[in-house]
C-alpha cells in the first residue's frame, strides 16, 4: 500500500511516499529557514505564499519514481499548525484526490510526529510511552493502540522547542534556536546553575522558568561563556524531559518508549534518555524528527487500513490536539 503524504503545517513544504507505512520510497523537503532567518521567526503570512511556490514541484519529485494509479491513498497534515499554511496543504491534498479518485486523509501533525518511529521499524508493540517535543508541543502520551491516545502531561507554558528558540535568542545564537544552542553547548559545560520544574506528582512540564532564569543572569551580566550557558540551558530542559519521560514509562507498563519532533533531534536529549530510561527507546534518525511528509504517509497508511478516511469537505484545525 503506497501513500503520498504532504506536509505544510509551518515553515517545510514536503511530500514523501511511503509503503506499507514502513518503508520511505522517496522524501522532499524544502525547507524555508533561510527565508524565516533574517526576521528571527516565522513570519505565517510569508510562510504560507512559499508553500504555494515550492508545493507542486515537491510533490513532482516526490512522485518522480511513483505512477499515480500505484497510490492507495493521500495524507495530509491538518493541524495544528499555521492556517494559513495548512490551507496550501490541504487544499492541493483534495485536489489530487478529488481527480485520481483517491481516498482523502486528514492527519493530526503530532499523531504524525509519532509515526516517524514506525519508519524502518519492524512492528512496535503497544502500549508505548511517547515523548513529543517540538516548536509548539512537549506532550507525554500512552499510545494504547493504532489511534489510540491518551494524553498523560502537556507543557504549560512554553515548548521544549520554543524554549530553545527563547533561549538561542537570549544568548544571541540566531534561528533556528535549538539546533544553534546544541552547536553552542558542544563548546561548553554545564556549570551554570539552573532551576528545573519536576512539577511533582504530575506529568505535565514547564519551562518558562528557567528560560526566565538564564534571561536574568544574562541582562546582570552574570553570564561569561555563552557555551557554558547553552550547555547548562540544554542541560535543565534534558534533565526534566528525561526524568519526567522515564517515571512515566515506568508507572504504564509500557513496552518503549518512543521520541519524536524537532528537539528528538538533539544528541543530548538522545543520549540521556538511552541511558536513562527503564525501557527500550526508540528514536527516529533526526530529518524524521523535524517536519517531513513521510511520518504523515506512515500515519495516513494506518487511518486508511482502519478504514478512517476523510470527505472531500475537510478543513484545517490549527488548535487541533491529539486526543
Ligand atoms: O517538529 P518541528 O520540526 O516543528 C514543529 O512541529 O514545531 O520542531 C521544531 C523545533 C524548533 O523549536 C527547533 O528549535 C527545535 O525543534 N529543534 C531542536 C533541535 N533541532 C530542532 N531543539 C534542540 N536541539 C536540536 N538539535
Ligand atoms: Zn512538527
Redesign the pocket.
Known sequence: MKILGIET??D?TAAAVVEDGTKILSSQIASQVEIHARYGGVVPEVASRQHLLSIIPVIEMAMAGVRWKELSGIAVTVGP?LAGSLLVGVNVAKAIALSRGLPLIGIN?LEA?IYANWLGANGIDFPVVCLI?????SDLVLMREHGDYAVLGRTRDD????A??KA?RILGLGY????A??RAAREGTASIPLPRAWLKGSDDFSFSGVKTALLRLVEAGKVSSVADAAASF?AAVVDVLVAKTAAAARGRRAKKVLLS???A???S?REQMLKHSPLPVLVPP?VL???NAAMVAACGCYRLRAGRTSSLDLDVVPGLKLA
Open positions: 503545517s509551518c517545510e499548525g501533525h510526529h517535543v517540538s516548536g509548539g508541543h515548548a521544549a522547542g520554543e530553545f528558540d538561542a533556528p534556536g535549538g539546533p544552542v546544541e540544554q519532533g524537532g528537539v533531534s538533539n544528541g536529549l533526526p524528527c523535524t517536519d
